[in-house]
C-alpha cells in the first residue's frame, strides 16, 4: 500500500500582499489609560487607608515627646505662634509632621497640681543627611533647656544618630543654658553651662543640633516672655 504524503492538503495558500494586521492607536492608548488608571486608583485608595494611621502615629510620637522633654509633666495645652503672638490653640497634640504648612506649634505642660513646668517646642534643621526634627524642653523663666528628644533623624547610623544615642551628648540637654546663646564645644572642652559638648566624628550633626536649638529660642523666647504674664499658668480644667 502506497503512502501519501497530506502534509500540503489543509494548507490554504496566503497571498503575498497580505501583511499582519497591527493594533490601532486608539487600542494603545485605551490599554495604557486603563493601565493607568488601576494603578493610580489602587495608589489613591492605598494612600487613604494608610494616611489616619500614619497621622495617628505622628500625633501619638509628639505627645510622648511632651512627656519625655518636660519632667513632672502630667498634662498639656497646645499653643500656637502666629504674627509674633501667642494664642491657644486646641488641648491635643496636633498633627503637624505631614503638613506642607504647618502652623507654628509649641506645648504647655503642667503638673499634677496644674503648675506650669515648662514649654514642649518642635524644631527642625538640617543635618548631615536631611532635615533632623526635635523637640525641645524650655524652662522660660530660667531661660534654659531642660529636655531634648529627636521625632526625625537620617543621620549617618553609627554617627550622626549618636544625636539621640549617645548617652553623654543627651546629657547637655538636661539644664543648659541659652543666654547669650548656645555654643558648641568639642568633645571634652566644654567648661560653660550654655554651651553643648559634641559628638566625635559626628561634628556637622551636633551643629545642626546647636543651630536648631538657638533658632528654637530665638523664635520663642521673647513672644513667651510677653505671654506668660497674661496667663494664670493654669491647665484648662
Not at 494603578?39 to 510622648?64: D, H, W
Not at 549617645?166 to 567648661?191: H, R, S, V, W, Y
Not at 543640633?209 to 493654669?234: F, G, S
Request: glycine content about 8%; some cysteine; aromatic content about 8%.
Amino acid at each position: 500500500m502506497m503512502e501519501v504524503d497530506t502534509s500540503l492538503e489543509n494548507k490554504v495558500p496566503v497571498p503575498e500582499n497580505q501583511e499582519k494586521r497591527e493594533p490601532g492607536s486608539f487600542r494603545l492608548i485605551f490599554t495604557l489609560g486603563l493601565a493607568g488608571f488601576i494603578s493610580g486608583l489602587v495608589m489613591v485608595s492605598a494612600y487613604l487607608f494608610t494616611k489616619p494611621l500614619i497621622e495617628a502615629n505622628k500625633a501619638a510620637t509628639i505627645e510622648r515627646a511632651i512627656f519625655k522633654v518636660l519632667p513632672n509633666c502630667k498634662s498639656y495645652k497646645t499653643i500656637e505662634l502666629k504674627e509674633g503672638k501667642i494664642a491657644e490653640y486646641g488641648n491635643k497634640a496636633e498633627k503637624v509632621l505631614a503638613k506642607a504648612d504647618p502652623p507654628q506649634l509649641a506645648y504647655m505642660g503642667f503638673n499634677e497640681n496644674k503648675e506650669l513646668v515648662g514649654f514642649a517646642i518642635p524644631k527642625g534643621e538640617i543635618g548631615f543627611a536631611d532635615v533632623i526634627m526635635v523637640m525641645v524642653g524650655y524652662n522660660a523663666s530660667k531661660k534654659s533647656i531642660i529636655g531634648y528628644e529627636v521625632l526625625e533623624s537620617k543621620e549617618t547610623p553609627g554617627l550622626g544618630d549618636k544625636i539621640f544615642k549617645d548617652l553623654a551628648f543627651t546629657k547637655n540637654f538636661e539644664a543648659l543654658l541659652t543666654q547669650p546663646e548656645i555654643l558648641f564645644a568639642k568633645k571634652g572642652e566644654k567648661t560653660k553651662e550654655n554651651e553643648v559638648e559634641g559628638i566625635t566624628g559626628a561634628t556637622i550633626s551636633s551643629k545642626a543640633v546647636v543651630r536648631l536649638l538657638n533658632n528654637a529660642i530665638k523664635q520663642w523666647n521673647e513672644p513667651l516672655e510677653k505671654y506668660l504674664p497674661t496667663t494664670d499658668h493654669k491647665a484648662q480644667q
